[in-house]
């Protein structure tokens, strides 16, 4: 009843407001909408900014934050942010889709983006962005370009680092069972099957993993967790790769494929991958190193200081990380799976041009200098404060504002070190920062990244699903390693085929 | 004579019956809400069905959409996991309806010859709390305790000297853990409106029946059975409906690779092509499906109770 009542008072309201903006003549109406086409970058109207983006762990601010309320002030608008935990993300754009009412700006993920681009519902940025150097500046072209059509920017990238994650172990477990860090796949197996069976932490209990791993829901990247740095080293692909000027899709690498579930499926049966990883979720393997339960996994080195070694050190004061590159392969093969920028920031082509463009020049903004040092350092005063020269202390507000979110969550320069802040400890930024480089160094690039396949939209997440759990099956030993050429011929006649064709045009067509 | 005499006894009648609707009035007013409910919330969005036999795109909207006839349907049936997805969602109804609907007939008849009061209201207490957990509660409880790695139960089954169950992953298992989450979390609950129903059996019932010499397991059979009778068989048709609702939140959580060719069911499947690939107008035609079966069920279920001398839901 309540909400009818408003509802019919805010109509009352419009009408009013209808005939009094009539009353004043249209020729103001007139005026102020040419301006707008002109770049409306003077500031002067408060424009209400609605924006959604994705979050993790800890959830987003509360309306009224401190970087809000400064951003406001800066660029005369009222910025209202949605936050949507990660895990619903795709479920909540659908949701938008179907009633076709999406906010003003907005993080999206790549199947989405790659799916509405047609439907006209995205701003095409590219003719505006002569007006905004600092996204020229810190957003690459070729990332613009990447799921386009030719001269259109449908959106500007969020940022993900290549080669981000990467493969740690526990110094301290390999020092008491006297072992190297691992080099060849061998090694590897070997340390993981001594951390599972020859209890590495010394409790007297065999409750150890040797490694863990995750199955990503959609099955398009291969595995997550550690598994991620071992497939490179039996030659399969990131996802597409180049052979004799065609794009080969993972999916139907036989003999590698075979090779790589041979050796989880022992892994498997010795007991020393993970017996729970078909029910793990897309952190817990991290969660399983954070805990002590297990030696190696897939860590974030921008979250090393701050997430994993904390509860780790806590638990145990000797504990200590060091990084592990891909294992050499069987053939000397080795790689990480490199993960490009893929998913967009749209702005919502429907909103009034004035509007568009104060969302451009937010973006820009956060950028520029000063504005890059708000949304990741925070205020002065607020968030830290300057000690000495070059020397600055975070503050506690900063801990409990969290003020990186818009920079981790929804918006970023194309910039590595983007969560590594002026107040940490330059000894830790430098191992992050070796982290970094060497795995940097062994990224296996994805060929086919950036092209659109229509029947890949349609009906991929459905056959890369049953394609994924065909290959788990196999390695739980539930079905014989025969099914893999099953699994390989369904995916192919469940649309497969049709995606190879219509990415190897794309690629034709790019060179 | 006599007819002049039967008109103003109709006119009497009509009078009588014009007095009564308007004494009525008030509580027929109290039934507005309870219409517009429905309206709004159960008819209005009924006209979205329409989409089952469009290619709906969202962007268009309903009006520029295009036609396709009965060709999402077409596309179900001829799903190579069709059968597969069927006999899934039939099975775990048939768990539901055989295995899990009589325990909390049962429960609600042991605990109503419980004498001690207290012990009768603590236990009750406690069959239906877990009614008020979410499944993700339950589930990842069950992880904890089950994991084949990490779980409790299998640690300590490991320091024993016994083989670890994998007791999540293992298809065999799947049906086994779905039925007793579902009977743990809602039997206690369930139980409530049978109790009830025993609640208002005439006491003077058991006396005559103790004066006859019948024991306890005799009343039960004889007296709180009976009056139980059309409590179980209105609910029996109403779960009838729900044949193809499997619940759609409990599955999803319990699915992984493994179990995926006895866990698929119509509700997850939805989920996953309809919301996470906007596939509107196939899950449509898919929910659509689902509700003409529990349609047809709860028609035939009807007739047959009426058949047998009870009142049917309709």
């Not at chain 2, 008020?132 to 409790?152: C, E, K, P, R, Y």
Request: proline fraction near 5%; charge should be neutral; aromatic fraction near 12%.
């Amino acid at each position: 009843m309540k909400k009818l009542t408003a509802l019919s008072l805010s109509g009352v309201l419009l009408t009013t407001a209808a005939i009094a903006g009539c009353a004043g003549g249209s020729a103001v109406n007139k005026n102020e909408s040419g301006k707008s086409k002109a770049g409306a970058d003077d500031l002067g109207e408060k424009i209400t900014i609605n924006l959604m983006t994705r979050s993790y762990a800890g959830g987003g601010w509360p309306p009224n934050h401190p970087v809000i309320d400064e951003l406001n002030k800066r660029l005369n608008i009222d910025l209202k942010i949605e936050w949507v935990p990660a895990a619903n993300y795709p479920e909540k754009l659908n949701v938008m889709a179907a009633s076709n009412n999406f906010p003003d700006v907005y993080y999206i993920t790549n199947t989405e983006y790659v799916k509405w681009q047609s439907k006209n519902i995205f701003m095409d940025v590219k003719p505006e962005l002569s007006k905004y150097p600092n996204i020229v500046k810190y957003i690459p072209e070729e990332s613009l370009k990447h799921f386009n059509p030719k001269d259109k920017y449908y959106g500007i990238p969020f940022y993900y680092q290549e080669a981000r994650d990467s493969l740690a172990i526990r110094k301290d477990w390999l020092d008491k069972l006297g072992l190297k860090v691992p080099e060849t796949m061998d090694d590897f197996y070997n340390v993981a099957k001594a951390f599972a069976t020859s209890d590495p932490d010394g409790n007297g209990k065999q409750n150890t993993v040797g490694f863990s791993m995750e199955i990503s829901p959609a099955g398009t990247f291969g595995f997550g967790g550690p598994a991620n740095f071992l497939t490179s080293s039996f030659g399969l692909a990131n996802n597409w790769k180049l052979d004799g000027g065609k794009l080969i899709p993972m999916q139907t690498q036989s003999k590698e494929l075979k090779d790589f579930i041979g050796f989880m499926r022992k892994a498997y049966a010795e007991g020393v991958l993970d017996k729970d990883f078909p029910i793990l979720k897309s952190r817990d393997s991290l969660n399983k190193l954070e805990a002590g339960k297990s030696g190696i996994a897939n860590v974030n080195p921008q979250q090393l200081y701050v997430e994993t070694l904390p509860p780790l050190t806590k638990l145990d004061p000797k504990a200590e990380l060091v990084q592990v590159l891909p294992p050499v392969g069987p053939t000397g093969l080795r790689g990480t799976r490199g993960l490009p920028t893929a998913d967009k920031i749209v702005i919502n082509s429907k909103i009034d041009a004035k509007k568009q463009q104060r969302i451009l020049k937010l973006m820009d903004y956060m950028l520029s200098d000063e504005g890059y040092d708000l949304v990741k350092h925070g205020i002065e005063g607020v968030h830290y404060k300057k000690t000495a020269d070059e020397r600055y202390e975070q503050l506690e507000a900063s801990v409990k504002d969290r003020q990186f979110l818009l920079v981790g969550w929804f918006f970023k320069r194309f910039d590595p070190m983007f969560l590594i802040y002026k107040w940490m400890d330059p000894k830790e930024t430098a191992t992050i920062k070796a982290y970094f480089d060497n795995n940097a160094k062994y990224v296996t690039k994805n060929e086919g990244f950036g092209f659109v396949s229509e029947t890949a939209i349609k009906v991929g997440p459905n056959i890369d699903k049953k394609w994924m759990d065909t290959m788990v099956k196999v390695i739980v030993g539930q079905e014989p390693m025969e099914s893999i050429d099953k699994a390989i011929a369904e995916w192919k006649a469940g649309g497969g085929d049709a995606i190879i064709k219509e990415i190897n045009e794309e690629y034709q067509k790019s060179k | 004579m006599a007819v002049t005499g039967s008109k103003a006894a109709d006119i009497k009648t009509r009078q009588r019956k014009w007095e009564e609707w308007k004494r009525g009035l008030p509580i027929y007013f109290m039934i507005l809400p309870g219409l517009l409910f429905f309206i709004v919330f159960k008819y209005v969005p009924m006209g979205g069905i329409l989409i089952a036999f469009q290619n709906y795109d969202p962007f268009d909207g309903f009006l520029q959409s295009s036609w396709v006839g009965f060709d999402h349907f077409q596309r179900l049936f001829q799903d190579p996991d069709f059968w597969k997805i069927f006999r899934n969602t039939l099975m775990i109804s048939a768990l539901n309806l055989f295995l899990f609907f009589p325990v909390p007939i049962i429960v609600s008849l042991l605990l109503n010859e419980v004498r001690l009061k207290w012990f009768k209201k603590g236990a009750q207490t406690l069959l239906y709390v877990p009614h008020f957990l979410s499944w993700v509660v339950i589930v990842s409880m069950t992880v904890l305790l089950f994991s084949a790695q990490d779980g409790g139960i299998n640690n300590l089954l490991s320091t024993m000297g016994y083989e670890r169950i994998e007791l999540m992953t293992n298809p065999e298992y799947f049906r086994m853990v779905y039925l007793f989450q579902v009977i743990w979390k809602e039997a206690g609950w369930s139980a409530i409106i049978f109790l009830a129903a025993l609640a208002s059996v005439d006491p003077t019932l058991y006396e005559a029946a103790t004066m006859d010499g019948a024991s306890r397991l005799r009343q039960i059979w004889h007296i709180n059975l009976p009056a139980l009778r059309s409590t179980i068989i209105i609910l029996f048709i109403l779960r009838l409906g729900h044949v193809m609702d499997t619940g759609f939140e409990h599955i999803l959580l319990l699915q992984n690779s493994l179990n995926i060719d006895v866990s698929e069911v119509f509700d997850t499947y939805v989920y996953r092509v309809g919301i996470l690939q906007a596939e509107f107008s196939y899950t449509t035609a898919v929910g659509l499906f689902k509700a003409l079966i529990g349609l047809g069920l709860v028609y035939l279920a009807n007739r047959a109770s009426r058949k047998i001398g009870e009142e049917g839901v309709y």
